[in-house]
């Protein structure tokens, strides 16, 4: 059964750095495209990072040079470190798959649950 599942969210002050992973299974996770999404209340989700499956990598202009996305093949696992964080960046984190990388959110398939940041000014 295909699982992606979060995890590393937390509370943490402005400034401050976390990471989260996306553990996946159960889909050929190497042919897939990896992004990072978040949603804030009220606030539609938004992309925050993507991965394609040569490691190149593409940011939200709002975490550009804060947050970095990577992968590790061998493990199944997506990450984001975060770095200098701020308050707007609170918001629940959810990974997902997709087949094409850049692309509508709606055409990714495989979503997780996601997991919760909350920044502290």
């Known amino acids: 059964q295909v699982q992606l599942v979060e995890s590393g969210g937390g509370s943490v002050q402005a400034g401050g750095s976390l990471r989260l992973s996306c553990a996946a299974s159960?889909?050929?996770?190497?042919?897939?495209?990896m992004g990072w999404f978040r949603q804030a209340p009220g606030r539609e989700r938004e992309r925050v990072a993507l991965?394609?499956?040569?490691?190149?990598?593409n940011y939200a202009d709002s975490v550009k040079g804060r947050f970095t996305i990577s992968r590790n093949n061998t493990k199944n696992t997506l990450y984001l470190q975060m770095n200098s964080l701020k308050p707007e960046d609170t918001a629940m984190y959810y990974c997902?798959?997709?087949?094409?990388?850049?692309?509508?959110?709606?055409?990714?398939?495989?979503w997780g649950q996601g997991t919760q940041v909350t920044v502290s000014s």
């Open positions: 997902a798959a997709g087949q094409i990388c850049y692309t509508s959110q709606r055409l990714y398939k495989y």
């Open positions: 159960g889909f050929t996770y190497n042919y897939y495209c």
């Open positions: 991965i394609d499956t040569y490691d190149n990598s």
